[in-house]
Antibody, heavy 116, light 109 residues
Framework: QVQLQESGPGLVKPSETLSLTCTVSGGSISSYYWSWIRQPAGKGLEWIGRIYTSGSTNYNPSLKSRVTMSVDTSKNQFSLKLSSVTAADTAVYYC??????????WGQGTLVTVSS | DIQMTQSPSSVSASVGDRVTITCRASQGISSWLAWYQQKPGKAPKLLIYAASSLQSGVPSRFSGSGSGTDFTLTISSLQPEDFATYYCQQANSFPPLFTFGPGTKVDIK
């Protein structure tokens, strides 16, 4: 059974860079798309972007200028960096596996708060 | 960008009821539509992919239909564990962009 686990700081200061890592267990990271999705408290879901195991990326145009994703197949991990954060970036961040244009496995989510 | 709408935004129902949720895309998306269930404090769970394919392990009381711009999620006989928020999600192939509907909350009548 594939499992995903997000990790990273729960508190980030405004204007700094949010950094999260997702560790995949129970299966190989290879040959799949891996996405980051976020959800502000009480609100809906927003796709941030995805990375293929080759390193190819696609980002949401609304966030593209601030997002960088990377993958480390040797560690079965992929990562998200979101720069110049503001309070509007406060959300639960999920990592998820892409399959047939949907997301079949999700991490439990990690709350990131942007505050000084 | 393709916008997704859902109706109703909330529905109150009883155990055993048939519940139908509608999702509409602002332009045609073929059958690239998925449905998720989310309970408070939990990650979304994939129920339906490619508009009508049931994800492995999901009870058969869940079904999806539609293509183009109009899609439906049906719960044939609502169970206590089905009270949750349901989201649709579309996949635009070029450029790749995934967007979710605003959600439909199913609560107890």
């Amino acid at each position: 059974q594939v499992q995903l686990q997000e990790s990273g700081p729960g508190l980030v200061k405004p204007s700094e860079t949010l950094s999260l890592t997702c560790t995949v267990s129970g299966g190989s990271i290879s040959s799949y798309y891996w996405s980051w999705i976020r959800q502000p408290a009480g609100k809906g879901l927003e796709w941030i972007g995805r990375i293929y195991t080759s390193g190819s990326t696609n980002y949401n145009p609304s966030l593209k200028s601030r997002v960088t994703m990377s993958v480390d197949t040797s560690k079965n991990q992929f990562s998200l960096k979101l720069s110049s954060v503001t309070a509007a970036d406060t959300a639960v961040y999920y990592c998820a596996r892409g399959e047939l244009q949907s997301f079949d496995y999700w991490g439990q989510g990690t709350l990131v708060t942007v505050s000084s | 960008d393709i916008q997704m709408t859902q109706s109703p935004s909330s529905v109150s129902a009883s155990v055993g009821d048939r519940v139908t949720i509608t999702c509409r895309a602002s332009q045609g998306i073929s059958s690239w539509l998925a449905w998720y269930q989310q309970k408070p404090g939990k990650a979304p769970k994939l129920l339906i992919y490619a508009a009508s394919s049931l994800q492995s392990g999901v009870p058969s009381r869940f079904s999806g239909s539609g293509s183009g711009t109009d899609f439906t999620l049906t719960i044939s006989s609502l169970q206590p564990e089905d009270f949750a928020t349901y989201y649709c999600q579309q996949a635009n192939s070029f450029p790749p962009l995934f967007t979710f509907g605003p959600g439909t909350k199913v609560d107890i009548k």
